[in-house]
């Protein structure tokens, strides 16, 4: 008896301190992303400095794993902490375009890696070279 009366007020004590923004693995979310950045026209030799919003539109924290270059031209960064639900995180790519061929299009891609379903989202970083 002694037993459960200590161990019942340190269960009732976790359950207290439950924290709804934990991060568990294998908790999906969903998130909304414009998947295509237009830089416009540049000049070749210019650094593209792309930027996509990603909105949490789940019910779980947004956990971006990975944001793969699809080229060494292009460097990315992806937000560190876990996105909360209803809030927004920036995902930033620059293209360098020394090597790029003048009068034509670029167009360069991302793969964001995330705990969503699909768990592969493709962004593209679109511009004409001058």
Not at 15 to 24: G, L, R, S, W, Y
Not at 40 to 65: D, S
Request: contains cysteine; charged residues 20%; positive net charge.
């Amino acid at each position: 008896m002694k037993k459960i009366v200590f161990f019942l007020p340190v269960l009732f004590l976790m359950m207290a301190c439950n924290n709804t923004d934990q991060v568990e693995v294998g908790n999906k979310t969903s998130m909304q992303v414009e998947p295509v950045f237009d830089g416009g026209t540049v000049v070749k030799g210019e650094v593209i400095k792309a930027q996509f919003v990603v909105k949490n539109t789940g019910n779980y924290p947004l956990i971006i794993a990975e944001v793969k270059p699809g080229c060494s031209c292009t460097v990315a960064e992806k937000p560190e902490k876990p996105i909360k639900p209803g809030e927004e995180a920036i995902i930033k790519a620059d293209v360098a375009t020394k090597n790029a061929q003048a009068g034509s299009p670029l167009s360069k891609s991302l793969n964001v890696v995330a705990n969503t379903e699909p768990s592969v989202t493709q962004l593209v970083i679109k511009a004409n070279i001058k």
